[in-house]
């Protein structure tokens, strides 16, 4: 089991920064490879960022490639989502995800989620 806590959300006017957090417990970090979703209003669910779980491999759809970046400290099993030039179209939660595959099993696991509201 992975419990997941988001943290960081806010109000912030356009062309602002945000650095979410996402601290983890329960079962070993470090084998999850990590992501970051968001949810807005009336659409799907959207991939923003991933990162593997050594963090040698990020990913970024190209709605948020050059403005987002993911990280992780395996030593305070936390995973960041900076976000940086931030724009109304990027007002969503903001949820904390964990995947591992384990002898062709998947565990996943997810965060309650933060809101970021982006509006002068």
């Known amino acids: 089991q992975v419990q997941l806590v988001e943290s960081g959300g806010g109000l912030v006017q356009p062309g602002g920064s945000l650095r979410l957090s996402c601290a983890a417990s329960g079962s070993t970090f470090s084998s999850y490879a990590m992501i970051w979703y968001r949810q807005a209003p009336g659409k799907e669910r959207e991939l923003v960022a991933s990162?593997?779980?050594?963090?040698?491999?990020?990913n970024y759809p190209d709605s948020v490639k050059g403005r987002f970046t993911i990280s992780r400290d395996n030593s305070k099993s936390t995973v960041y989502l900076q976000m940086n030039s931030l724009k109304p179209e990027d007002t969503a939660v903001y949820y904390c995800?964990?995947?591992?595959?384990?002898?062709?099993?998947?565990?996943?696991?997810w965060g309650q989620g933060t809101q970021v509201t982006v509006s002068s």
């Open positions: 990162i593997t779980a050594t963090g040698g491999i990020t």
């Open positions: 995800n964990a995947k591992r595959w384990n002898l062709g099993v998947l565990s996943e696991y």
